[in-house]
């Protein structure tokens, strides 16, 4: 029998909500106090880029044909979009976002909390099909009481944790627990397969610590329980190798291939050029990941600017890289200066480049000392 015949090529997808990678719809009460929890919720969870999905009750809406973006000078942003709504154009509106609230009068999220108000018995008998996945319940006071098209549908519903609407720390709290939920794993990525020009032969075969290179930063990472391949130019079929499909864009490439790969993990990326990157330095990494920044990146003391192949990328990174090659630009450094990143400074010398033969002859002097 013949194989289907596909159009596209099957590429893994990144996992998504409706309409943002994680999100919460909020229903079952008037607008105005879900906006009110959403803002109070959000004071709290500060440190995360949050969103708010919600509808306009304005009428008459003349139709929107220029896009405004309306900058206040502290950072923050205002938007005014003449996009559709669809969960195509709102995944891209809500890429980098940590968790998005969404107004579930108005649209239906993946995952909901329930308040239970007397007044809007109604309206929830009508939305009954959209409770998929209920998190949590809040009740408008202590005598909010479960209706009995909630009792009928869900039989355990009364099992479900609840809150009033004044426990604000703890819905912040619970809230959080979705956040940290959906923090990607990370995966070890090793650059190899470079020209090595300077060097004159391939750099991730230079021995300095009894074996080639690429292998000792492999078994570093892997030290430190990540599952790790190595980045290669050509096609491989080996399970440990990620070979480029971004050709000829050198390391950029080969973050971008791992990304296509697997684009709902976080990639600690390391080239073989950096040969006093130790244990220590990867756990430093790792225990300062800040996963609601696009990447966590070191920098020399007295460096400028940070080091783009000793850094873990989160999987909001692989929008923001293509984006850049969508421009024309093919550094990673150039987006991790211009993005929202964690920096960890440290002693320059932790991520000294080996690049000449005069160089390796001094670091594996200093190696061995």
């Not at 500060?46 to 009750?57: T, V, W």
């Not at 649209?107 to 998190?135: C, F, M």
């Not at 709902?264 to 609601?292: G, H």
């Not at 999987?315 to 960890?344: F, H, T, W």
Request: with cysteine.
């Amino acid at each position: 029998m013949d194989k289907k015949h596909t159009k596209h090529t099957n590429l893994v997808k990144k996992y998504n909500d409706n309409f943002a990678p994680n999100e919460v719809a909020i229903l079952g009460t008037k607008c105005g106090v879900i906006a009110d929890l959403v803002h109070k919720v959000s004071k709290r969870l500060s440190n995360y880029n949050l969103g708010y999905f919600d509808a306009s009750h304005a009428k008459d809406v003349e139709q929107n044909t220029l896009a405004e973006y309306t900058f206040h000078h502290e950072g923050n942003l205002q938007i005014n979009t003449s996009s559709p709504v669809n969960k195509y154009e709102q995944r891209l509106q809500f890429y980098n976002h940590d968790f998005v609230f969404i107004n579930g009068s108005h649209y239906q999220g993946a995952k909901q909390i329930l308040i239970l108000d007397d007044e809007k018995e109604a309206s929830v008998k009508k939305r009954l099909d959209q409770l998929t996945n209920i998190q949590f319940i809040i009740k408008l006071n202590e005598d909010s009481r479960y209706f009995d098209c909630l009792l009928e549908r869900f039989p355990n519903i009364k099992n479900i944790i609840s809150y009033t609407i004044n426990e604000v720390d703890k819905i912040s709290n619970h809230i959080h627990n979705l956040i940290k939920e959906n923090i990607a794993p990370v995966k070890g990525l090793v650059l190899i397969g470079g020209k090595s020009t300077r060097m004159g032969r391939d750099k991730s075969e230079l021995v300095y610590y009894k074996k080639p290179q690429k292998e000792h930063v492999k078994e570093l990472l892997e030290s430190c329980s990540l599952k790790t391949f190595y980045s290669v130019q050509a096609s491989s079929e080996k399970e440990d190798e990620i070979h480029d499909t971004f050709l000829n864009l050198g390391p950029f490439g080969g973050i971008c291939s791992a990304f296509q790969k697997d684009p709902n993990s976080a990639w600690f990326v390391i080239a073989t050029d950096v040969p006093f990157v130790n244990n220590e330095l990867i756990q430093l990494l790792l225990q300062k990941r800040n996963p609601s920044k696009i990447a966590t990146t070191v920098k020399g003391k007295n460096k400028e600017f940070p080091e783009p192949l000793v850094t873990i990328y989160e999987p909001k990174a692989y929008g923001k890289l293509l984006a850049y090659l969508s421009q024309g630009y093919s550094c990673p450094r150039k987006m991790l200066i211009n993005s929202d990143v964690e920096i960890i400074e440290v002693d320059d010398n932790l991520i000294r480049n080996i690049n000449t033969p005069e160089d390796y002859k001094e670091a594996t002097k200093k190696v061995n000392s």
